[in-house]
Protein backbone atom coordinates (compact mmCIF):
# COMPACT_ATOMS: atom_id res chain seq x y z
CA UNK A 1 0.00 0.00 0.00
CA UNK A 2 2.82 1.98 1.08
CA UNK A 3 4.40 1.63 -2.04
CA UNK A 4 1.57 2.82 -3.99
CA UNK A 5 1.47 6.41 -3.10
CA UNK A 6 3.55 8.45 -4.94
CA UNK A 7 5.53 11.94 -4.27
CA UNK A 8 6.49 13.78 -6.76
CA UNK A 9 9.69 15.88 -6.56
CA UNK A 10 7.96 18.96 -7.16
CA UNK A 11 5.03 18.83 -5.05
CA UNK A 12 2.71 21.63 -6.00
CA UNK A 13 3.01 24.14 -3.36
CA UNK A 14 -0.92 26.02 -2.41
CA UNK A 15 -1.31 29.65 -3.67
CA UNK A 16 -3.77 31.37 -1.62
CA UNK A 17 -5.37 32.24 -4.10
CA UNK A 18 -4.39 32.00 -7.60
CA UNK A 19 -3.83 35.81 -8.17
CA UNK A 20 -4.81 35.60 -11.89
CA UNK A 21 -8.25 33.64 -11.25
CA UNK A 22 -8.98 36.37 -8.39
CA UNK A 23 -8.73 39.87 -10.00
CA UNK A 24 -8.50 42.00 -6.82
CA UNK A 25 -8.46 45.65 -5.92
CA UNK A 26 -4.92 46.42 -4.91
CA UNK A 27 -4.62 47.29 -1.48
CA UNK A 28 -4.91 50.99 0.23
CA UNK A 29 -1.85 51.01 1.93
CA UNK A 30 -2.37 54.70 3.02
CA UNK A 31 -5.78 54.02 3.98
CA UNK A 32 -4.61 50.36 6.11
CA UNK A 33 -2.07 52.34 7.96
CA UNK A 34 -4.24 54.99 9.17
CA UNK A 35 -5.78 52.08 10.78
CA UNK A 36 -2.73 51.53 12.59
CA UNK A 37 -1.83 54.38 15.40
CA UNK A 38 1.74 53.08 15.91
CA UNK A 39 2.42 53.32 12.22
CA UNK A 40 1.19 57.37 12.74
CA UNK A 41 3.33 58.04 15.76
CA UNK A 42 5.11 61.27 15.03
CA UNK A 43 8.92 60.49 15.87
CA UNK A 44 12.54 61.70 14.42
CA UNK A 45 12.69 58.82 12.85
CA UNK A 46 9.77 56.54 10.82
CA UNK A 47 8.83 53.68 12.58
CA UNK A 48 9.55 50.76 9.47
CA UNK A 49 8.61 47.77 10.52
CA UNK A 50 9.49 44.57 9.15
CA UNK A 51 9.17 42.54 12.30
CA UNK A 52 5.57 40.74 11.30
CA UNK A 53 6.40 37.10 11.62
CA UNK A 54 7.72 38.26 15.42
CA UNK A 55 4.60 40.02 16.07
CA UNK A 56 1.91 42.25 14.20
CA UNK A 57 1.13 45.64 14.87
CA UNK A 58 -2.45 45.76 16.20
CA UNK A 59 -4.99 48.30 14.52
CA UNK A 60 -6.92 50.58 16.49
CA UNK A 61 -10.17 48.74 15.94
CA UNK A 62 -8.62 45.88 17.95
CA UNK A 63 -7.71 47.95 20.58
CA UNK A 64 -11.00 49.38 21.19
CA UNK A 65 -13.00 46.01 21.18
CA UNK A 66 -10.85 45.00 24.03
CA UNK A 67 -10.94 48.95 25.36
CA UNK A 68 -14.54 48.73 25.44
CA UNK A 69 -14.58 45.24 27.69
CA UNK A 70 -12.47 46.90 30.29
CA UNK A 71 -14.45 50.34 29.65
CA UNK A 72 -17.79 49.11 29.88
CA UNK A 73 -18.47 45.57 30.87
CA UNK A 74 -15.45 44.28 32.60
CA UNK A 75 -16.48 41.06 35.06
CA UNK A 76 -15.77 37.23 34.55
CA UNK A 77 -17.65 35.00 31.89
CA UNK A 78 -19.46 32.13 32.16
CA UNK A 79 -21.06 32.40 36.11
CA UNK A 80 -21.85 35.81 36.80
CA UNK A 81 -25.81 35.68 37.02
CA UNK A 82 -25.78 39.69 36.16
CA UNK A 83 -25.83 41.85 33.34
CA UNK A 84 -22.14 42.69 32.17
CA UNK A 85 -21.00 39.19 33.16
CA UNK A 86 -23.63 38.10 30.48
CA UNK A 87 -22.58 40.18 28.10
CA UNK A 88 -19.04 39.44 28.55
CA UNK A 89 -20.09 36.02 27.94
CA UNK A 90 -21.71 36.66 25.38
CA UNK A 91 -18.96 38.79 23.56
CA UNK A 92 -16.57 35.58 24.31
CA UNK A 93 -18.28 32.81 22.91
CA UNK A 94 -19.35 35.01 20.11
CA UNK A 95 -15.82 35.36 19.66
CA UNK A 96 -15.30 31.77 19.67
CA UNK A 97 -17.57 31.54 16.81
CA UNK A 98 -16.11 34.22 14.72
CA UNK A 99 -12.70 32.76 14.75
CA UNK A 100 -13.82 28.70 14.04
CA UNK A 101 -15.94 30.49 10.82
CA UNK A 102 -12.08 32.50 9.61
CA UNK A 103 -10.13 28.79 9.33
CA UNK A 104 -13.91 27.48 8.63
CA UNK A 105 -14.54 25.22 11.88
CA UNK A 106 -17.38 23.32 11.57
CA UNK A 107 -18.33 23.69 15.27
CA UNK A 108 -16.75 26.54 17.89
CA UNK A 109 -16.26 23.75 20.24
CA UNK A 110 -13.60 23.37 18.32
CA UNK A 111 -11.87 26.64 18.97
CA UNK A 112 -10.11 26.18 22.39
CA UNK A 113 -8.38 29.45 23.59
CA UNK A 114 -4.90 29.03 24.82
CA UNK A 115 -2.09 31.29 25.62
CA UNK A 116 -0.51 31.11 21.92
CA UNK A 117 1.15 28.49 19.50
CA UNK A 118 3.28 27.13 21.97
CA UNK A 119 0.68 26.27 24.43
CA UNK A 120 -1.86 25.03 21.93
CA UNK A 121 1.31 22.50 20.53
CA UNK A 122 1.76 21.58 24.15
CA UNK A 123 -1.29 20.94 25.22
CA UNK A 124 -1.82 18.35 22.07
CA UNK A 125 1.72 17.00 23.29
CA UNK A 126 0.90 16.48 26.92
CA UNK A 127 -2.99 15.65 26.27
CA UNK A 128 -3.17 13.51 23.35
CA UNK A 129 0.11 12.43 23.48
CA UNK A 130 0.96 11.32 26.47
CA UNK A 131 -2.74 8.93 26.27
CA UNK A 132 -1.88 7.66 22.51
CA UNK A 133 1.89 7.38 21.93
CA UNK A 134 4.10 4.64 23.38
CA UNK A 135 7.76 3.11 22.70
CA UNK A 136 8.23 1.65 19.20
CA UNK A 137 6.09 5.07 18.04
CA UNK A 138 7.22 7.44 15.76
CA UNK A 139 6.91 11.26 15.78
CA UNK A 140 7.50 12.98 12.49
CA UNK A 141 8.71 16.78 12.37
CA UNK A 142 10.47 18.68 9.84
CA UNK A 143 13.79 20.26 10.22
CA UNK A 144 12.56 23.74 9.66
CA UNK A 145 10.30 23.89 13.04
CA UNK A 146 10.28 26.90 15.50
CA UNK A 147 11.44 25.46 18.69
CA UNK A 148 7.89 25.57 19.74
CA UNK A 149 6.94 22.70 17.28
CA UNK A 150 9.79 20.87 18.54
CA UNK A 151 10.40 20.73 21.94
CA UNK A 152 6.87 19.63 23.01
CA UNK A 153 7.59 16.57 20.72
CA UNK A 154 10.68 15.87 22.18
CA UNK A 155 9.37 15.96 26.09
CA UNK A 156 6.94 13.52 24.58
CA UNK A 157 9.72 11.38 23.47
CA UNK A 158 11.68 11.06 25.88
CA UNK A 159 8.26 10.51 28.27
CA UNK A 160 6.67 8.01 26.36
CA UNK A 161 10.14 6.31 24.68
CA UNK A 162 8.69 7.33 21.11
CA UNK A 163 11.54 8.49 18.38
CA UNK A 164 11.96 11.43 17.11
CA UNK A 165 12.33 11.55 13.40
CA UNK A 166 12.94 14.39 10.51
CA UNK A 167 11.81 15.35 7.17
CA UNK A 168 15.15 17.24 6.11
CA UNK A 169 14.83 20.41 3.56
CA UNK A 170 17.00 21.05 0.33
CA UNK A 171 19.16 23.85 0.26
CA UNK A 172 16.54 25.65 -1.43
CA UNK A 173 14.65 25.61 2.03
CA UNK A 174 11.86 23.22 0.99
CA UNK A 175 10.90 20.01 2.17
CA UNK A 176 12.58 16.88 0.92
CA UNK A 177 10.17 14.67 -0.09
CA UNK A 178 11.78 12.12 -1.76
CA UNK A 179 12.01 9.58 1.11
CA UNK A 180 8.95 10.27 2.50
CA UNK A 181 7.92 6.38 2.55
CA UNK A 182 11.02 5.87 5.04
CA UNK A 183 9.85 8.55 7.36
CA UNK A 184 6.06 8.30 6.85
CA UNK A 185 5.07 4.52 7.93
CA UNK A 186 2.34 3.22 9.94
CA UNK A 187 4.77 3.41 13.53
CA UNK A 188 4.05 7.21 12.58
CA UNK A 189 1.65 8.15 15.55
CA UNK A 190 1.70 12.25 14.65
CA UNK A 191 3.11 14.65 12.19
CA UNK A 192 3.42 17.93 13.38
CA UNK A 193 4.83 20.62 10.73
CA UNK A 194 4.40 24.31 10.20
CA UNK A 195 2.50 24.95 7.26
CA UNK A 196 4.88 28.27 6.84
CA UNK A 197 8.51 28.40 8.18
CA UNK A 198 8.92 31.37 10.52
CA UNK A 199 12.26 31.95 9.08
CA UNK A 200 12.27 30.98 5.65
CA UNK A 201 8.83 31.84 4.69
CA UNK A 202 8.28 28.31 2.80
CA UNK A 203 5.06 27.37 2.03
CA UNK A 204 4.79 23.98 2.46
CA UNK A 205 2.70 21.48 0.86
CA UNK A 206 0.65 20.57 4.07
CA UNK A 207 -2.82 19.17 2.32
CA UNK A 208 -0.36 16.59 0.56
CA UNK A 209 1.30 15.49 3.47
CA UNK A 210 -2.09 15.47 5.71
CA UNK A 211 -3.36 13.13 3.11
CA UNK A 212 -0.40 10.84 3.15
CA UNK A 213 -0.03 10.75 6.96
CA UNK A 214 -3.73 9.70 7.22
CA UNK A 215 -3.31 6.66 4.55
CA UNK A 216 -0.85 5.48 7.23
CA UNK A 217 -3.21 5.97 9.93
CA UNK A 218 -1.33 9.18 11.59
CA UNK A 219 -2.63 12.20 12.55
CA UNK A 220 -1.71 15.47 11.78
CA UNK A 221 -1.14 18.92 13.47
CA UNK A 222 -0.25 22.30 11.65
CA UNK A 223 1.63 25.19 13.07
CA UNK A 224 -0.38 27.42 11.42
CA UNK A 225 1.54 30.87 13.09
CA UNK A 226 2.84 32.28 10.11
CA UNK A 227 -0.32 31.10 7.60
CA UNK A 228 -2.91 31.81 9.31
CA UNK A 229 -2.55 35.92 9.38
CA UNK A 230 -1.40 35.93 5.50
CA UNK A 231 -3.72 33.13 3.97
CA UNK A 232 -6.96 31.67 3.78
CA UNK A 233 -6.53 28.52 6.16
CA UNK A 234 -9.58 26.19 5.57
CA UNK A 235 -9.32 23.23 7.99
CA UNK A 236 -12.03 21.10 6.43
CA UNK A 237 -10.30 21.68 3.15
CA UNK A 238 -6.72 20.52 4.85
CA UNK A 239 -8.36 17.78 6.92
CA UNK A 240 -6.31 18.58 9.32
CA UNK A 241 -6.34 16.77 12.74
CA UNK A 242 -5.00 19.42 15.08
CA UNK A 243 -4.07 23.83 13.47
CA UNK A 244 -2.66 26.14 16.42
CA UNK A 245 -2.12 29.44 15.47
CA UNK A 246 -1.33 32.71 17.75
CA UNK A 247 -3.29 36.27 17.82
CA UNK A 248 -0.57 38.10 17.99
CA UNK A 249 0.90 37.33 14.65
CA UNK A 250 -2.58 38.25 13.33
CA UNK A 251 -3.38 41.77 14.23
CA UNK A 252 -4.84 40.55 17.64
CA UNK A 253 -3.29 41.13 20.69
CA UNK A 254 -0.76 39.22 22.55
CA UNK A 255 -2.01 36.36 25.53
CA UNK A 256 -4.61 34.40 23.05
CA UNK A 257 -4.07 31.51 20.61
CA UNK A 258 -5.75 28.81 19.14
CA UNK A 259 -5.77 24.98 18.95
CA UNK A 260 -8.55 23.39 16.38
CA UNK A 261 -9.36 20.08 17.08
CA UNK A 262 -11.41 17.84 15.39
CA UNK A 263 -14.37 17.02 17.45
CA UNK A 264 -13.95 13.23 18.07
CA UNK A 265 -10.58 13.69 19.43
CA UNK A 266 -10.31 16.50 21.28
CA UNK A 267 -14.00 14.67 23.09
CA UNK A 268 -11.59 11.69 23.71
CA UNK A 269 -8.15 13.71 24.65
CA UNK A 270 -7.74 13.78 28.70
CA UNK A 271 -7.46 17.48 30.18
CA UNK A 272 -4.21 19.47 29.98
CA UNK A 273 -4.46 22.22 33.18
CA UNK A 274 -6.83 21.28 35.58
CA UNK A 275 -9.18 23.38 37.32
CA UNK A 276 -11.89 25.98 37.74
CA UNK A 277 -14.34 26.01 34.96
CA UNK A 278 -13.04 22.70 33.41
CA UNK A 279 -14.97 20.71 35.68
CA UNK A 280 -18.80 19.32 35.41
CA UNK A 281 -18.33 18.16 39.38
CA UNK A 282 -15.59 17.72 41.63
CA UNK A 283 -15.46 15.04 44.54
CA UNK A 284 -12.70 14.97 47.21
CA UNK A 285 -10.70 12.40 45.02
CA UNK A 286 -11.83 12.56 41.43
CA UNK A 287 -13.61 14.67 38.86
CA UNK A 288 -15.34 14.64 36.22
CA UNK A 289 -14.55 17.13 33.05
CA UNK A 290 -16.77 19.53 31.33
CA UNK A 291 -17.03 18.97 27.57
CA UNK A 292 -15.22 20.53 24.89
CA UNK A 293 -13.88 23.06 24.51
CA UNK A 294 -14.29 24.66 28.12
CA UNK A 295 -12.54 20.84 29.52
CA UNK A 296 -8.98 22.77 28.21
CA UNK A 297 -9.93 25.96 29.21
CA UNK A 298 -9.32 25.75 33.07
CA UNK A 299 -9.51 28.87 35.23
CA UNK A 300 -10.29 32.25 33.90
CA UNK A 301 -9.52 33.21 30.07
CA UNK A 302 -7.72 36.27 28.18
CA UNK A 303 -11.62 37.54 28.28
CA UNK A 304 -10.46 40.83 26.46
CA UNK A 305 -8.33 39.28 24.53
CA UNK A 306 -10.76 36.30 23.06
CA UNK A 307 -12.59 39.53 21.84
CA UNK A 308 -9.75 41.10 20.58
CA UNK A 309 -8.96 38.56 18.42
CA UNK A 310 -12.15 38.68 17.04
CA UNK A 311 -11.80 42.02 15.75
CA UNK A 312 -8.42 40.94 14.40
CA UNK A 313 -10.14 38.62 12.22
CA UNK A 314 -13.20 41.12 11.42
CA UNK A 315 -10.40 43.42 10.21
CA UNK A 316 -8.32 40.56 8.03
CA UNK A 317 -11.64 39.73 6.40
CA UNK A 318 -12.95 43.53 5.50
CA UNK A 319 -9.43 44.21 4.14
CA UNK A 320 -9.28 40.07 2.59
CA UNK A 321 -6.43 37.80 3.42
CA UNK A 322 -6.27 37.68 -0.95
CA UNK A 323 -5.11 41.15 -1.49
CA UNK A 324 -2.91 40.63 1.95
CA UNK A 325 -1.26 37.74 0.12
CA UNK A 326 -0.78 39.41 -2.99
CA UNK A 327 0.43 42.46 -1.53
CA UNK A 328 2.92 40.64 0.14
CA UNK A 329 4.15 38.43 -2.63
CA UNK A 330 4.71 42.11 -4.61
CA UNK A 331 6.65 42.90 -1.50
CA UNK A 332 9.03 39.87 -1.50
CA UNK A 333 9.71 39.97 -5.03
CA UNK A 334 10.89 43.52 -4.83
CA UNK A 335 12.81 42.61 -1.80
CA UNK A 336 14.46 40.04 -3.46
CA UNK A 337 15.57 41.95 -6.32
CA UNK A 338 16.58 45.01 -4.54
CA UNK A 339 18.49 42.82 -1.73
CA UNK A 340 19.97 40.86 -4.39
CA UNK A 341 21.79 43.93 -6.08
CA UNK A 342 24.03 43.55 -2.62
CA UNK A 343 27.19 42.43 -3.31
CA UNK A 344 28.37 39.35 -0.70
CA UNK A 345 24.62 38.88 0.68
CA UNK A 346 23.00 35.68 1.25
CA UNK A 347 19.69 35.16 1.02
CA UNK A 348 18.02 31.87 2.30
CA UNK A 349 15.24 29.93 1.74
CA UNK A 350 13.06 29.93 -1.85
CA UNK A 351 12.09 32.62 -4.05
CA UNK A 352 9.28 34.36 -3.82
CA UNK A 353 5.69 32.86 -5.02
CA UNK A 354 6.93 29.56 -3.19
CA UNK A 355 6.71 31.32 0.38
CA UNK A 356 5.08 34.30 2.25
CA UNK A 357 5.82 36.81 4.31
CA UNK A 358 9.58 36.39 4.92
CA UNK A 359 13.25 37.18 4.13
CA UNK A 360 15.66 36.15 5.67
CA UNK A 361 19.47 36.69 4.77
CA UNK A 362 23.32 37.48 6.19
CA UNK A 363 25.74 40.05 5.02
CA UNK A 364 29.15 38.41 4.70
CA UNK A 365 32.02 39.17 7.65
CA UNK A 366 28.75 41.08 9.33
CA UNK A 367 27.16 40.00 12.66
CA UNK A 368 23.33 39.65 12.11
CA UNK A 369 23.11 41.76 15.46
CA UNK A 370 25.11 44.53 13.99
CA UNK A 371 22.89 44.26 10.56
CA UNK A 372 19.82 44.99 13.09
CA UNK A 373 21.65 47.81 14.77
CA UNK A 374 22.79 49.20 12.22
CA UNK A 375 19.32 48.97 10.90
CA UNK A 376 17.67 50.04 13.91
CA UNK A 377 19.54 53.52 13.43
CA UNK A 378 17.99 54.49 9.83
CA UNK A 379 14.28 53.49 11.75
CA UNK A 380 14.17 49.65 10.34
CA UNK A 381 12.68 47.11 12.78
CA UNK A 382 14.19 43.90 11.89
CA UNK A 383 14.85 40.62 13.79
CA UNK A 384 18.29 38.95 14.24
CA UNK A 385 19.50 35.82 15.55
CA UNK A 386 18.63 32.09 15.14
CA UNK A 387 14.84 32.91 15.20
CA UNK A 388 13.68 30.02 17.72
CA UNK A 389 14.85 27.81 14.73
CA UNK A 390 18.24 25.95 15.48
CA UNK A 391 17.82 22.67 13.90
CA UNK A 392 17.37 24.70 10.85
CA UNK A 393 20.22 27.31 11.33
CA UNK A 394 22.47 24.49 11.69
CA UNK A 395 21.33 22.95 8.45
CA UNK A 396 22.58 26.31 6.48
CA UNK A 397 25.65 25.91 9.46
CA UNK A 398 24.97 29.59 10.47
CA UNK A 399 24.77 31.09 13.81
CA UNK A 400 22.15 33.74 13.21
CA UNK A 401 20.15 35.65 10.37
CA UNK A 402 18.37 39.01 9.93
CA UNK A 403 14.57 38.52 8.76
CA UNK A 404 12.77 41.20 7.52
CA UNK A 405 9.40 40.23 7.45
CA UNK A 406 6.13 41.56 5.84
CA UNK A 407 2.43 42.38 6.30
CA UNK A 408 -0.48 43.87 5.00
CA UNK A 409 0.44 47.71 6.15
CA UNK A 410 4.58 47.25 4.53
CA UNK A 411 4.95 49.81 1.30
CA UNK A 412 7.75 49.67 -1.24
CA UNK A 413 9.38 52.57 -0.32
CA UNK A 414 10.03 50.67 3.35
CA UNK A 415 12.20 48.19 1.58
CA UNK A 416 13.99 50.92 -0.12
CA UNK A 417 14.91 52.08 3.48
CA UNK A 418 16.00 48.75 4.40
CA UNK A 419 18.41 47.78 1.25
CA UNK A 420 19.90 51.78 2.11
CA UNK A 421 20.34 50.66 5.75
CA UNK A 422 22.15 47.35 4.55
CA UNK A 423 24.43 49.62 2.46
CA UNK A 424 24.92 51.16 5.39
CA UNK A 425 26.00 49.04 7.79
CA UNK A 426 28.60 47.26 4.88
CA UNK A 427 30.16 50.89 4.88
CA UNK A 428 30.43 51.04 8.47
CA UNK A 429 31.10 47.46 9.50
CA UNK A 430 33.69 45.85 6.68
CA UNK A 431 36.16 48.73 6.56
CA UNK A 432 39.68 46.86 7.83
CA UNK A 433 38.35 43.85 9.63
CA UNK A 434 40.88 41.67 9.50
CA UNK B 1 24.83 58.26 21.52
CA UNK B 2 25.49 55.57 18.72
CA UNK B 3 26.31 52.28 19.55
CA UNK B 4 28.80 52.15 16.76
CA UNK B 5 30.59 54.62 17.93
CA UNK B 6 34.48 55.28 16.01
CA UNK B 7 35.95 53.67 18.82
CA UNK B 8 34.24 50.95 19.19
CA UNK B 9 34.83 50.24 15.67
CA UNK B 10 38.16 50.16 15.86
CA UNK B 11 38.34 47.85 18.69
CA UNK B 12 36.07 45.55 16.44
CA UNK B 13 38.17 46.23 13.58
CA UNK B 14 41.75 45.95 15.51
CA UNK B 15 40.88 44.12 18.79
CA UNK B 16 43.95 44.04 21.21
CA UNK B 17 45.35 41.09 22.47
CA UNK B 18 43.45 39.03 19.77
CA UNK B 19 44.80 35.26 19.66
CA UNK B 20 45.51 32.33 21.66
CA UNK B 21 48.38 31.73 24.30
CA UNK B 22 50.80 28.59 24.18
CA UNK B 23 50.71 28.27 27.78
CA UNK B 24 48.17 29.51 29.14
CA UNK B 25 47.24 29.42 33.44
CA UNK B 26 43.66 29.81 32.61
CA UNK B 27 41.77 29.36 29.49
CA UNK B 28 38.26 29.75 29.53
CA UNK B 29 35.41 29.75 26.74
CA UNK B 30 31.83 30.16 26.87
CA UNK B 31 28.90 30.74 24.51
CA UNK B 32 26.44 33.55 24.40
CA UNK B 33 22.77 31.35 24.16
CA UNK B 34 21.27 33.90 23.19
CA UNK B 35 23.36 34.78 19.88
CA UNK B 36 25.39 32.58 19.93
CA UNK B 37 28.30 34.84 20.10
CA UNK B 38 31.76 32.89 21.50
CA UNK B 39 34.69 34.06 23.61
CA UNK B 40 37.47 32.66 24.79
CA UNK B 41 40.07 34.44 26.44
CA UNK B 42 43.81 33.03 28.03
CA UNK B 43 45.50 34.64 30.85
CA UNK B 44 49.09 34.41 32.16
CA UNK B 45 49.64 34.76 35.64
CA UNK B 46 52.99 35.42 37.83
CA UNK B 47 52.66 36.16 41.56
CA UNK B 48 48.96 37.11 41.20
CA UNK B 49 49.53 39.42 38.04
CA UNK B 50 48.23 38.86 34.56
CA UNK B 51 50.85 39.22 32.73
CA UNK B 52 49.57 38.33 29.54
CA UNK B 53 46.82 37.29 27.93
CA UNK B 54 44.60 36.80 24.38
CA UNK B 55 41.47 36.40 23.95
CA UNK B 56 39.26 35.13 20.37
CA UNK B 57 36.32 34.39 19.42
CA UNK B 58 33.12 35.74 17.31
CA UNK B 59 30.60 37.76 17.78
CA UNK B 60 29.02 40.99 17.50
CA UNK B 61 30.78 44.47 17.32
CA UNK B 62 29.67 45.08 20.55
CA UNK B 63 30.65 41.52 22.24
CA UNK B 64 34.23 42.05 20.73
CA UNK B 65 35.52 45.43 21.35
CA UNK B 66 34.42 45.00 24.65
CA UNK B 67 36.79 42.46 24.65
CA UNK B 68 39.44 44.19 23.12
CA UNK B 69 38.76 46.57 25.95
CA UNK B 70 38.81 44.67 28.85
CA UNK B 71 42.16 43.11 27.61
CA UNK B 72 43.38 45.93 27.64
CA UNK B 73 42.47 47.05 31.35
CA UNK B 74 43.49 44.33 33.31
CA UNK B 75 46.56 43.41 31.40
CA UNK B 76 49.42 43.88 34.24
CA UNK B 77 46.58 44.30 37.06
CA UNK B 78 46.41 41.62 39.58
CA UNK B 79 43.84 38.63 39.58
CA UNK B 80 42.43 39.61 42.15
CA UNK B 81 41.81 43.38 41.32
CA UNK B 82 39.86 42.12 38.43
CA UNK B 83 37.32 40.10 40.38
CA UNK B 84 35.95 43.68 41.31
CA UNK B 85 35.12 44.63 37.81
CA UNK B 86 31.62 44.82 37.05
CA UNK B 87 28.63 45.57 34.25
CA UNK B 88 29.15 49.40 34.90
CA UNK B 89 33.23 49.09 34.48
CA UNK B 90 32.57 47.46 30.98
CA UNK B 91 29.74 50.72 30.14
CA UNK B 92 32.63 52.98 31.27
CA UNK B 93 34.80 51.40 29.09
CA UNK B 94 32.11 51.14 25.98
CA UNK B 95 31.35 54.86 26.57
CA UNK B 96 27.62 54.42 25.21
CA UNK B 97 24.47 52.84 27.06
CA UNK B 98 23.75 49.38 26.13
CA UNK B 99 19.55 48.03 26.23
CA UNK B 100 18.97 44.72 27.99
CA UNK B 101 19.57 42.50 24.65
CA UNK B 102 22.83 44.07 23.90
CA UNK B 103 24.14 44.41 26.93
CA UNK B 104 24.73 40.61 27.55
CA UNK B 105 26.83 40.92 24.25
CA UNK B 106 28.64 43.27 26.14
CA UNK B 107 28.99 41.54 29.07
CA UNK B 108 30.25 38.20 27.69
CA UNK B 109 33.82 38.90 27.68
CA UNK B 110 33.61 39.77 31.80
CA UNK B 111 31.67 36.64 31.98
CA UNK B 112 34.01 34.23 30.55
CA UNK B 113 36.84 35.93 32.52
CA UNK B 114 35.19 35.63 35.63
CA UNK B 115 33.82 32.26 35.17
CA UNK B 116 37.64 31.22 34.11
CA UNK B 117 39.45 33.22 36.60
CA UNK B 118 37.58 32.61 39.91
CA UNK B 119 34.82 30.04 38.65
CA UNK B 120 31.88 32.66 38.68
CA UNK B 121 29.20 31.29 36.52
CA UNK B 122 26.40 34.11 36.16
CA UNK B 123 26.39 37.29 34.09
CA UNK B 124 27.76 39.74 35.55
CA UNK B 125 25.66 42.44 37.80
CA UNK B 126 23.15 39.65 37.78
CA UNK B 127 25.04 38.43 41.31
CA UNK B 128 24.12 41.68 42.49
CA UNK B 129 20.72 42.63 41.71
CA UNK B 130 20.14 38.86 43.64
CA UNK B 131 21.91 40.39 46.49
CA UNK B 132 19.65 43.53 46.77
Same mark, same amino acid.
Given at each position: ?13 ? %? ?10 ? *? ?18 ? *? @? ?31 ? @? ?107 ? @?? $? ?16 ? @? ?10 ? =? ?32 ? +? ?20 ? %? ?30 ? $? ?33 ? =?? +? ?44 ? %? ?33 ? %? ?6 | ?77 ? !? ?26 ? !? !? ?24
Amino acid at each position: MIGQRHYPNQVRIP %MYPQPMNNPLNP *LDIEAIRNDFSILKEENDLP *L @IYLDSAATSQTPDCVIEAMDAYYRTYNSNIHRG @IYRISEEATAKHEEARQRIGRFINARRPSQIIFTRNTTESINLVAYSWGSANLREGDEILVTVMEHHSNLLPWQLLSQRTGAKLRFIEITDEGVLQLDDLERLLTERTK @IV $AMTHVSNVLGTINPVQEL @IAAAHAVGAKVL =IDGAQSVPHFDVDVQELDCDFLAFSGHKMCGPTG +IGVLYGKSDLLEEMPPFLGGGS %MIRSVQRESSTYADVPAKFEAGTPAISEAIGL $AAAVDYLNKVGLEAIFVHEQELLEYAHQKLNEIED =IT +IYGPKPRQKTGAITFNLEGIHPHDLAGVLDTVGVAVRAGHHCAQPL %MQKYGVIATVRASFYLYNKLDEIDTLHEGLLKAQR %MLTRRRR | MNIYEEDILDHYENPSNYGTLEHPDISYEEDNPLCGDQIRIDLQVEDGIITDLRFCGHGCTISLAAASMLTEEIKGKP !LEEVKQLNKDDILDMLGIPLGPVRLKCG !L !LALKVLKAGAYGLKGWPGEEDEEAK
